[in-house]
Every structure is written in C-alpha cells, then in structure tokens.
C-alpha cells in the first residue's frame, strides 16, 4: 500500500478513535457548541415614590410593578425610562402642595385680603406724577415680562437655586441664580412661572414645597 495512503487510512482511524472518546467523556460536538445569549427581564415600573438629588444627579424611587414596597429601590434618572410615570409623580406633587398651600390659615388670611373693595383712587398731583413716571422707568428695566424675551433657562443655563419670589403682573416671578464662576448679580435673573414649569419643573416643584412650609409656618404669605 502506498505511504500517502497508509497516513490517510491512519488519521481516519484517529478520528475515530477521537470521536469516540468525545462521546464517552460528553464532549459536545463544536459545529454544535452556539454562543448561548440569556434572556434579559425587563421590570416595569408601577409608580414613582419619591426623589431626591445625590452629588447633583437626579434619582427617583420605583416601585414595581409585582412588587412590594420593600423591594422599591432609587434610580438615577438618566436610567428611567418611564416618562409617564414622571409626569403623574410630579402633577400629584402639585395637586398636594396646591391643597396644602390653600388650606393652611395664612392662604386663607390672605385670600380675605384679596377680598376687600379696592380703595379709591386720589388725585393726582405733581407728586405723585413724579412717582408714578419712576416707576414706569422701572418697569422698563432688563427682568419685567416681556413676550419676546428670551430666558437663560431656555438656553440651557441650570439652575442653582432659586431664591426669591414676586409678583411680576399677571404672572409671579422668581428670582432664579444659575450656575457658573460669574459674579451673583450676572446669572441671576427674573423668571415666570411658565416658563419654569416648562423649563425646569423639578427645580420648580421644590421651590413651592419650601414655600409651602414655610407658608404653614407664617413665615411667608403666598
């Protein structure tokens, strides 16, 4: 028999010889060993509980769905995905702080103060002329409501505290100081509550939650 064909006639019999031994020991073919991929569970979100910021990030309290509440663990907000959820937490935070702020004694004191007749207006003398021409000077100034007025907070400015609260006409203002190494007086301005509501309402909702204390406290009238 031919050499070439002695080696051929020998590896099929090692094959063999391989083949069998894979079979005894349970070695699993390797046109068969996949990659086996696991599933991934997915967890749904029932409610949100609560939230609070750590190291100026965002986390919100899940409890889920099947669940019970010992198992409702914090979540930083960049990981939920659930922006219904969100948005019912914060209205019911806001239909809570509402009823809250208007039944406490010092709201009601000062919707019995809304209530009185307006006083009758004076005349008018130079004086008063004088007084009223200064303050539509003021009005005029840079932080009054204006339609076309572009806020900070729009253009992405963020917030780092709120610090004031005052009634700007139709709507109330707060004075909001943003983040930055500029001086005070140039990252703080005037802002609606509109558009904190639109822009902001997570810093926004806190603000009235301190003023809600402090209103239940009379220490602040709103």
């Known amino acids: ?17 391989l083949r069998e031994l894979d079979s005894t020991i349970g070695i699993d073919d390797p046109t068969d060993m996949a990659p086996r991929t696991e599933k991934r569970v997915k967890y749904l979100v029932e409610k949100i509980l609560d939230t609070r910021k750590v190291n100026g990030e965002r986390e919100y309290l899940i409890l889920w769905q099947d669940y019970g509440i010992e198992e409702a663990s914090w979540e930083k907000a960049k990981h939920c995905e659930c922006p219904d959820a969100i948005a019912n937490y914060y209205k019911k935070r806001r239909e809570a702080l509402f009823e809250k702020t208007h039944n406490s004694p010092t709201a009601a ?8 007749p307006p006083r009758p207006r004076a005349r008018l ?15 005029s100034q840079p932080g009054r409501i204006r339609d076309d007025h572009q806020y900070k907070i729009q253009d992405g400015r963020k917030i780092e505290a709120i610090i004031g609260v005052k009634l700007g006409g139709p709507e109330i203002l707060y004075t909001v100081q943003y983040k930055g190494s500029e001086p ?6 005037c802002v609606p509550s509109s558009v904190l509501r639109e822009c902001a309402i997570e810093d926004f909702v806190e603000c009235l939650e301190q003023l809600a204390l402090a209103s239940c406290e009379d220490t602040i009238m709103l």
């Open 1 to 17: 028999m031919p050499r070439d064909r002695i080696e051929l006639a020998c590896n099929f019999a090692q094959m063999a010889r």
């Open 184 to 189: 005070k007086d140039k990252r703080t301005e």
């Open 109 to 116: 004191y000062a919707l019995r103060r809304k209530e009185k």
């Open 125 to 139: 003398t130079r004086s008063s002329a004088h007084l009223a021409n200064s303050a539509g000077k003021a009005e």
